[in-house]
Structure formats: C-alpha cells, structure tokens
C-alpha cells in the first residue's frame, strides 16, 4: 500500500525524535506512532548493557500512548540512527523486530507499518508481517 503525507510526517516525527535523543550506545532506534485519532507519541529505545532488558523504541511509543488513554492505533514506524562511524549519516525506516511484530499486533489488530522498499517506502498490515500469530 503506498503511503500518504501523514505517514512521511510520521517517519519525520521518529527521524527528529531520534536526530535530537540520539546517544552512542544508549539510543539508536526511534518510533512513533500514530492513533486513529490523529496524535503522534514518539520514542527511542533503551539499550542495556545485558540486551535482554533493553526495550525497543515501539514498545514505549505505544506504552506512552496507551498511558494517556489512546489505544486505537492506526500506523507505526521505526527509524535507525547510523553508528558515529558510518559514512551515510542517513536515518533510515527499519523493520519492526520479531517482538515487536507481537507487541504491536496485540495492540492494534489492524495497524499499518511503514516499511522502506528499494527507493520508496510503503505500508504493511501488521498481520501480513506475522502470519499464523500465536494465539491462546
């Protein structure tokens, strides 16, 4: 599915959150999510030195949003911030993690992900990013 001025305006509101929180080792990862009804809550994910406790930048986006009473979600994305070292300075969209693809399917059944294809980004049910999802 191709994607609309607000969802470039929501990879904008990950790149910026990112661009200003960005820490080498600490910060890497941005979100941001977007309710059905209309408002961006951000994010950036907290690494650990034990990686089992860090938290993906998706997780606290939605956790935010959920703290103040949104929980109609409706399009979510990822950014990348490069490591000091790399030559492309680029902030990137990046694909949800396996964990992430749960989390964010259990809070919203039928929310978009912006992906990035070859040289345009598009969006993709959470579904169709893990078919046969467990189930109790």
């Known amino acids: ?3 609309e001025k607000v969802d ?12 200003s929180l960005y820490k080498d080792g600490k910060h890497h990862i941005g979100a941001a999510v977007r309710t059905k009804t209309g408002k961006i809550y951000t994010a950036v994910h907290l690494e650990a030195y034990i990686g089992r406790v860090s938290v993906c930048a998706e ?3 939605l956790g935010k949003a959920i703290s103040e009473g949104e929980d109609d979600f409706a399009t979510i994305v990822a950014v990348r911030h490069p490591d000091p070292t790399e030559e492309d300075q ?3 969209v990046v694909s ?3 964990i ?3 989390l964010i399917s259990d809070y919203g059944a039928d929310i978009q992900v912006i992906l990035k294809g070859t040289n345009h980004y598009f969006n993709k049910n959470i579904q169709q990013l893990l078919p046969d999802k467990y189930e109790r």
């Open 1 to 3: 599915m191709n994607i």
């Open 59 to 61: 997780a606290i986006a």
């Open 8 to 19: 470039l305006e929501l990879i904008e509101a990950a790149q910026n959150t990112i661009r």
């Open 90 to 92: 680029t902030i990137e």
């Open 100 to 102: 992430c693809r749960e």
């Open 96 to 98: 949800p993690c396996g």
